[in-house]
């Protein structure tokens, strides 16, 4: 979570969508396979949605959340107070000892250099231990290319020259398995596509600015954040043609990866 200039990250907006959030990483935890976890880490744990299911699943580890968000930090603390919770860097993360389970859900797209990055939290388990990941992989999708464009066509263009890069570049699944199978006994990667039916072009516009759209409104005063959304909307109305009802469906792929060490 490196992007500048660096918004802080909203619990309240990131959860207006939390059954819709927490979905992936349930999916993740499901294929994390039942060993002994004496040790785990949430990575990016943002407000403890994830580190809920992580807590539920292995109630006997010792378990940390890790995130860069004040904000995150402290809705997960409410959230989860018998849990550890730490403010820090994410990329700069050391395990202090060898863990068990390294879990980063939708997390790591915002941190660069994934050919050093994997292989080093790999390295952070103990023998048998599993590093999983998630990330949304929905760059090529209309509301991604319409963020783009709209970021380039208006008199924002010089602010926001920079927005789209916030996120790291990306790999395909193949990429990953090459990257980890050398230093890993096992690594799957497999990449799925969720449905989310929203209200409309305004509730892409609501799913989307608790995330990807934070680097393209924060350099903008707020009658430019105005103005942007505006067009934005109304390039989502066409990208997504509406239901009878107002609503659309929303198709959101994700990056999945599992490797036990």
Request: proline residues 8%; hydrophobic residues 50%; aromatic residues 8%.
């Amino acid at each position: 979570m490196n992007e500048s200039p660096r918004p802080d990250w909203s619990a309240a907006q990131y959860l207006k969508f939390e059954n819709e959030r927490t979905r992936p990483a349930r999916d993740l935890l499901a294929q994390v396979a039942a060993v002994e976890v004496a040790a785990a880490v949430d990575l990016g744990c943002g407000p403890g949605n994830s580190t809920e299911l992580v807590r539920a699943r292995f109630p006997e580890a010792r378990l940390a959340g890790i995130d860069s968000s004040p904000d995150m930090i402290a809705a997960a603390r409410r959230r989860l107070p018998a849990v550890r919770f730490e403010l820090a860097d994410i990329a700069a993360w050391q395990a202090a000892v060898p863990v068990d389970l390294v879990f980063a859900n939708a997390v790591l797209q915002w941190l660069p250099d994934h050919a050093a990055l994997l292989p080093r939290l790999l390295a952070q388990l103990a023998p048998g231990g599993t590093l999983a990941v998630q990330m949304p992989d929905n760059l090529d999708e209309p509301l991604h290319r319409a963020m783009r464009r709209t970021a380039a066509d208006g008199p924002w263009a010089g602010k926001l020259a920079g927005a789209g890069e916030a996120r790291a570049a990306r790999h395909d699944a193949a990429w990953y398995w090459r990257l980890l199978r050398g230093a890993a006994a096992r690594v799957e990667v497999w990449r799925t596509v969720y449905h989310h039916p929203l209200p409309g072009a305004r509730g892409i516009i609501e799913w989307v600015r608790a995330t990807g759209l934070r680097p393209f409104l924060a350099p903008l005063d707020p009658e430019e954040r105005s103005d942007f959304l505006v067009r934005y909307e109304g390039a989502l109305a066409a990208a997504y043609p509406a239901e009878a009802d107002g609503s659309v469906l929303l198709p959101f792929p994700r990056l999945f990866l599992v490797a036990v060490r």
